[in-house]
């Protein structure tokens, strides 16, 4: 399993749950009542958004499923996947099949760690395990990783439009048989890293606008879908730049479905660690 898999595992939860992820947890947009007759529709989208944060926030799990196309370390990778995910203890937790590249694994999420499923035994381990605490100290990509693995849920992306304070609405649309609303906006890819993350460090900020700009990267368009109960069912990021580019597209149903996950076996587990040590063919 090379490092571009275990990338896109890593970050294949980070997007089902909403990469552009915290915000402000209260979401004071600045937007007024929507039903006011005197309100801009600026107010109106950002007060629709939100009822859909406080309403998708209440819930505490959902099952996700989706494809993104991303590049990592200038490879292309297309990642499928769906799983379950629960975030009532804080941190992300679930489990999910995921195929990349043609390539099918499982993985689960645990709070401090990530488990992938190998191709093939390696040393005779079956699945490779990735703490989120070593990922952080690699760089700045694995502590935001870490950052939105333990902070993350589906209303992050709600909150992130309205603390911008930059949406629309886009109209009414069927999502799987259900009467939607997609609400729109484009974020600087800079406001993105200041807003999206809970703890991560100054230096760690600044890496990572200096990574985009790298890219070529300079924004990203979201596309929010709300249904008529408040909650958010689909969700769409664009981001492209001159040496990289990222689409995700995550359908979000059955909030409240149950989720019960647990660690593999310790005797069927490789420390990630030595996935980058070399001589096991991980590297």
Excluded: H
């Excluded at 107010?43 to 989706?66: M, P, Y």
């Excluded at 804080?90 to 099949?97: N, P, R, S, V, Y």
């Amino acid at each position: 399993m090379g490092k571009t898999r275990i990338a896109a595992v890593a970050a294949g939860v980070v997007l089902m749950a909403g990469l552009t992820a915290c915000g402000s947890d209260k979401g004071d947009g600045g937007g007024g009542d929507a039903k006011g007759g005197g309100g801009s529709p600026v107010q109106g989208a950002l007060a629709a958004l939100q009822k859909a944060s406080k309403a998708t926030d209440k819930q505490s799990s959902t099952v996700a499923d989706g494809e993104q196309k991303m590049t990592v370390e200038g490879k292309p990778v297309t990642m499928k996947m769906r799983g379950r995910f629960d975030w009532s203890s804080g941190g992300m937790q679930g489990e999910a099949d995921i195929v990349t590249n043609g390539t099918p694994t499982q993985a689960r999420y645990l709070s401090d760690a990530m488990y992938s499923k190998l191709p093939q035994p390696v040393q005779g381990k079956q699945w490779i395990k990735m703490e989120y605490d070593a990922m952080a100290k690699q760089n700045a990509s694995g502590a935001l990783l870490k950052d939105q693995l333990q902070n993350n849920n589906p209303a992050r992306s709600v909150q992130l439009l309205l603390a911008s304070g930059k949406v629309k609405s886009a109209g009414t649309e069927t999502v799987r048989g259900q009467k939607a609303t997609r609400y729109t906006g484009t974020l600087s890819l800079s406001e993105l890293v200041r807003m999206q993350s809970k703890d991560l460090s100054e230096s760690d900020k600044k890496a990572l606008e200096q990574q985009f700009k790298q890219t070529g990267m300079e924004s990203e368009k979201i596309d929010l879908w709300i249904d008529e109960n408040d909650l958010l069912v689909k969700k769409r990021e664009v981001a492209e730049g001159s040496e990289s580019q990222m689409e995700n597209t995550v359908y979000y149903s059955d909030y409240g479905t149950e989720v019960e996950v647990s660690a593999p076996p310790a005797s069927q587990v490789l420390d990630g660690s030595q996935a980058n040590s070399g001589g096991t063919g991980l590297s």
